[in-house]
């Protein structure tokens, strides 16, 4: 045991053990251990991405199952790794690149620009996995994996290459999501559907057949209506049945488009007829490849006007363009009403700018096993915490769509494909490319290219960034084909924890890759972590100033003072509502729990007699002058104990850390070290303290275990401090026993001595709450008599006197209280608080009176507001509710100062 600071100082404490645990290899998994596997799979974060609360709360929570799984016996595995962020990390360095050199990548070419992301990945890359090793995450970094490896990005084109031969990956034109900025396709995890204030403008066609006669159309946008091909209405719709196959006039450039009936129209939008612009809403595409009607794309890439037939709109940006479509239609007196309107609009994540649905050739896939991924969660095999997410997954898998893999960017996994340099403009401008033109030699397909590369043309695009994290379960683990023992040992994964918002992106990808590429599901549980707010219920933005800086939370509080507040607030399936109190909270838990330490090690090195020595310290009992006290604490350990290996298997972390940070702070230091603050004084016996220091020990050094999975830092030091480790070994590495701590005793003599813990604790109370009636709580020379008291509680009134601040606890059985002495009747007896010598007997009778007479008052005021029907009914129901609340405090009150004036005679 070496002496503990006055004070606990994290900082240093957390670097010290950190570096400890990497030097001792603590994290490095053995593929060879003959002990059961436990791996997870860290969610990849952005390689040039910094730590955010959402950061904290999913790698806290992936620690905490990783140490927890150590200490129960397994082989463990946190594989880590980092994501190239395709679209992220090229628009940062494009941006960079604009405002140091005023250069764009095309003006330095595909291979130099690689090479300034590869600078900027070198540079900001390690920034988030320094930050991650900061908060404690246990990782084996040894195993440190990234997107862009070169034997990860071997296992990207071989997953195209083998999905294309199947047929199940093809180039084709289909709407997709694009953005106007980065000029690329985006899934659609990277739009973000956000609230605006929009104008819904309506305007009129004339009837072809009917010079005069108008249809009213409603739309958000009247600067695509130069690509509008048709009219919608819905057959159900008795307003425009009369109106179906015939053909209105458009506006600019004019045409005539037919009117046409779709079930896809809803009837309550705007005014039940919608203009169909094919090249410019999904929607809109549907319902125009269900008609076979011409698709006119009026913008350029960059959001441009392309409509040379209308020179005056032709190149403006779209937003002046429909500000000048609006003026237009309202100078040909076809704009009948614009009004305000609020809807949806999706931005580009990275861009900030709204997208736009837009027909590109890409590359798509179909998705593999599909009913296996869907069978793993309906069926058990992969479990989802919260259960409701199983039901939005099922859904989805229920209406899957063909996913658009392309983007156009430099930064990724580049497509696998060559076509042939003499057929290179034909082979661009097909409608199609699968099966057919490899085997005919027009183009190419593999990991390596062509054996005559320099008559082959590579494909510009890069594949999507989820298309290489959906291999990630198995793809950190081994290579192409390759069986590792890291594989077989620690493949399919335990746990996966992540957010909801990519269920579909991410999770869903996962199992599916998982069956088609490693013959099994990934992972058999998924937690899904919650949303972090701000107190106001609003989400963590910069722009919001509402999001903390982890690393400034750390400096102040601590890791483990960070974790563990934020492990308290989050509840299974809600959102968190952050608040930093509840970070101090963690950091002064952390104080708490380094003082209690502190104060046992006052108490010096003291062994029990001989005699009462257990003969296997591993197996200590208490025995011999051990005391209710004793036995209740480590009774409710050994319950504390059963009860998390319980609340683990149903993943509920913050109830876990409720039970630990109520058990210290109540159970041990509150009740527990007050009782027996005697045994540790000069006066005490040799074997008294022998025994209470034991039991503290005991407790504590399984405690420490307990909470090392979320305070891995304070726990480490206090074990190692306290000699609770041998010398080179790490609290980290050991097992939980398997015994309790009481296994000897039956659970009846168990109960006995918690009962009669449970009644001394609770008189205390009561006698606490008698001096402070009579105004004498800070008096220590309070005598207490008690009659009618149980045998046992004899040897009890010393820590009864102590609990209480009491100076003398007297049994008596006769004794006669005199008149006017206040008496409590508690579980261990009637008590008495013999008031003489310690106030004014008559002074007290004043002051109760005076009490009484201000309490009356506020009594008949709350009685008059409640009985006025005005106050009633006008007030607001959580006032009218308060006062109701406030009146029975009052009535409680004067009932508690008639009896105390009672019992003065």
Not at 61 to 86: C, F, K, M, N, Y
Not at 325 to 333: D, H, T
């Amino acid at each position: 045991m070496s002496d503990l600071s006055k004070a606990y100082e994290p900082q240093e404490v957390e670097k010290k053990w950190y570096a400890a645990w990497l030097e001792g290899k603590c994290f490095e998994a053995d593929a060879s251990s003959d002990k059961p596997a436990y791996s997870i799979v860290i969610p990849p974060p952005n390689v040039t991405g910094i730590l955010h609360l959402g950061h904290v709360l999913n790698n806290s929570l992936q620690d905490i199952l990783a140490r927890r799984a150590r200490q129960t016996g397994h082989e463990v595995l946190w594989l880590p790794g980092t994501d190239h962020a395709g679209i992220a990390t090229q628009a940062k360095v494009e941006r960079e690149l604009r405002e140091t050199e005023g250069k764009t990548r095309r003006d330095l070419g595909r291979d130099a620009f690689l090479q300034k992301v590869w600078d900027f990945k070198d540079h900001h890359g390690g920034i988030i996995i320094k930050q991650l090793k900061r908060l404690g995450c246990s990782c084996d970094w040894s195993r440190e994996r990234f997107t862009m490896d070169e034997e990860y990005t071997k296992w990207v084109s071989q997953v195209f290459v083998d999905l294309f031969k199947e047929g199940l990956i093809y180039r084709g034109k289909r709407m997709v999501n694009w953005c106007p900025v980065s000029l690329t396709a985006l899934s659609d995890e990277e739009v973000i559907m956000t609230p605006r204030k929009s104008k819904l403008y309506t305007m009129k066609y004339e009837l072809v057949d009917a010079p005069g006669e108008f249809l009213k159309i409603a739309t958000t946008r009247p600067e695509t209506l130069m690509g509008d091909v048709a009219v919608a209405v819905n057959p159900k719709d008795p307003r425009y049945k009369d109106y179906i196959g015939r053909k209105v006039r458009r506006p600019f450039p004019e045409a005539e488009i037919p009117v046409i009936a779709d079930d896809h129209v809803d009837i309550e939008f705007g005014t039940g007829a919608l203009k169909i612009t094919p090249a410019h809403d999904k929607a809109d595409f549907d319902i125009g490849m269900k008609h076979g009607l011409e698709i006119i794309d009026v913008l350029h890439p960059d959001g441009t006007m392309n409509c040379p037939e209308c020179p005056e709109f032709d190149g403006l940006d779209r937003f002046v363009a429909r500000r000048n479509a609006a003026a237009k239609l309202e100078e040909m007196g076809l704009l009948l009403d614009v009004e305000e309107y609020d809807n949806n609009v999706g931005y580009s994540e990275r861009a900030g700018v709204p997208i736009e649905p837009r027909i590109s050739m890409q590359w798509f896939l179909k998705y593999p096993k599909v009913k296996e991924a869907a069978d793993a969660v309906a069926n058990g095999d992969i479990t989802m915490r919260p259960a409701r997410w199983q039901k939005t997954y099922a859904h989805w898998m229920e209406n899957l769509q063909d996913w658009c893999i392309s983007r156009q960017l430099w930064w990724g996994h580049q497509i696998p494909v060559w076509y042939r340099k003499d057929k290179l403009d034909l082979l661009k401008d097909a409608e199609s490319l699968d099966m057919g033109d490899l085997e005919a030699g027009d183009i190419h397909v593999g990991i390596d290219p062509p054996s005559d590369e320099g008559n082959w043309v590579r494909d510009e695009d890069v594949m999507d960034t989820w298309f290489s994290s959906w291999l990630w379960p198995f793809a950190t683990m081994a290579g192409v084909g390759e069986q590792s023992e890291t594989l077989k040992k620690f493949y399919p994964t335990t746990d996966l924890v992540t957010g909801p918002d990519i269920i579909f992106f991410w999770v869903a990808r996962m199992i599916m890759a998982g069956y088609r590429f490693a013959d099994q599901l990934p992972f058999k549980n998924v937690y899904f972590t919650t949303i972090i707010r701000d107190l106001k219920g609003r989400k963590m933005s910069k722009s919001l100033g509402n999001s903390p800086d982890p690393i400034d939370l750390m400096d102040k509080y601590g890791a483990d003072g960070l974790r563990f507040g934020l492990l308290r607030i989050a509840p299974v399936g809600s959102d968190v509502r952050f608040d930093e109190s509840q970070v101090e909270e963690g950091r002064n838990f952390a104080n708490k729990l380094f003082n209690a330490c502190r104060f046992r090690q006052m108490a010096g090195e003291v062994e029990l007699p001989e005699s009462d020595e257990a003969d296997d310290e591993e197996e200590f009992e208490v025995v011999g002058d051990a005391r209710c006290y004793h036995l209740d604490i480590m009774a409710k350990l050994d319950e504390l104990s059963a009860d998390l290996e319980r609340i683990y298997k149903d993943y509920r972390f913050g109830e876990i850390a409720a039970r630990l940070y109520e058990f210290l702070w109540n159970e041990f230091c509150d009740k527990f070290l007050e009782a027996v603050k005697g045994d540790l004084r000069d006066t005490a016996t040799l074997e008294a303290r022998a025994v209470t220091v034991t039991v503290f020990d005991a407790v504590m050094s399984r405690y420490l275990q307990l909470l090392h999975p979320y305070m891995p830092h304070v726990t480490e030091e206090l074990s190692e401090r306290m000699g609770y480790m041998e010398e080179g070994e790490f609290l980290m590495n050991a097992e939980l026993p398997d015994e309790p701590l009481l296994g000897s005793l039956t659970k009846e003599e168990i109960d006995a001595e918690k009962a009669k813990a449970a009644a001394v604790y609770e008189a205390a109370g009561r006698l606490r709450n008698l001096k402070a009636e009579y105004n004498v709580a800070s008096r220590k020379d309070v005598k207490f008599v008690i009659k009618r008291s149980p045998e046992w509680l004899a040897k009890e009134t010393d820590v009864l006197a102590l609990l209480a601040g009491a100076g003398e606890i007297e049994l008596d059985e006769d004794f006669a209280a005199p008149k006017g002495t206040p008496i409590s009747l508690t579980g261990i007896g009637e008590v008495a608080m013999p008031l003489e010598g310690l106030l004014d007997v008559e002074a007290e009778k004043v002051r109760i009176t005076r009490e009484i007479e201000k309490t009356t008052q506020e009594l008949k005021r709350s009685e008059g507001k409640l009985g006025n029907a005005n106050f009633v009914d006008r007030a607001p129901p959580e006032v009218v509710a308060q006062e109701k609340e406030r009146l029975e405090e009052w009535r409680t009150k004067l009932a508690q100062l008639d009896e105390m004036l009672k019992g003065l005679g």
